[in-house]
């Protein structure tokens, strides 16, 4: 069983503002995605990162997955009230999610 | 092309009332998933099947039952339903190859109370 635990839980920050969220485990992953779910809908995938180390650019978004493929932090550069939702870690061999990380970003 | 779509939207049972949500699916996916959602909880993994005619257990089964007959369609089913089941189901489908799936496609959800 490989949990994934994120962090931080919520996160409510003022519109420009940066932010950083994480995704840890102690198991080693072969891959590992990012998914955004917005009140009232399913979660839609925006990432999947697959080598250690391995940085991947989405707009404002950055995601960077651990050289031991065992963490992965997602980077939101000037926040933007249409950032705000639930964002889900998974690892997708196991079909197993993290509890996500809540972000509300005002305006 | 519709993704995947989930029926009812919302529905309120009483204790020991039965059930079935309906996935379908127009992407010709392998495999097909449910999930329940709970505050706090993440997505938890019901059922899933990797294929028309197979089904096997998640993190939480017990209390659900699932069937995927045709490779279209993965239907769950409540057989007596309990105040703990209330809560917001997702049914999702991917693609896969080799065995691996791939991207998890989701539908809209189910808010389910049981009361």
Aim: net charge neutral; charged share 15%.
């Amino acid at each position: 069983t490989q949990l994934l635990e994120q962090s931080p839980q919520f996160l409510s920050i003022q519109e420009g503002e940066n932010l950083t969220v994480y995704c840890n485990s102690s198991s080693v992953f072969s891959s590992l995605q990012w998914y955004r779910q917005e009140p009232g809908e399913g979660p839609v995938l925006l990432v999947t990162v697959v080598t250690g180390g391995e940085v991947k650019k989405l707009k404002r978004l950055t995601f960077q997955f651990g050289d031991a493929r065992k963490d992965s932090s997602l980077h939101i550069t000037a926040a933007q009230p249409g950032d705000t939702g639930l964002y889900l870690c998974a690892g997708p061999n196991d079909m197993r999610f993290g509890a996500g990380t809540r972000l509300t970003v005002k305006p | 092309n519709a993704g995947v779509t989930q029926t009812p939207k919302f529905r309120v049972l009483k204790t020991g009332q039965s059930m079935t949500l309906l996935c379908a699916q127009d992407m010709n996916h392998e495999y097909m998933y449910w999930y329940r959602q709970d505050p706090g909880m993440g997505l938890r993994l019901i059922h899933y099947s990797v294929g028309e005619g197979t089904t096997a257990k998640g993190e939480v089964p017990d209390g659900y039952n699932v069937s995927r007959l045709k490779k279209q369609n993965f239907l769950l089913g409540l057989e007596s339903a309990a105040p703990s089941q209330t809560s917001v189901y997702f049914c999702a489908s991917s693609g896969g190859v080799a065995g691996v799936p791939d991207t998890q496609y989701f539908g809209p959800g189910t808010r389910l109370t049981v009361l």
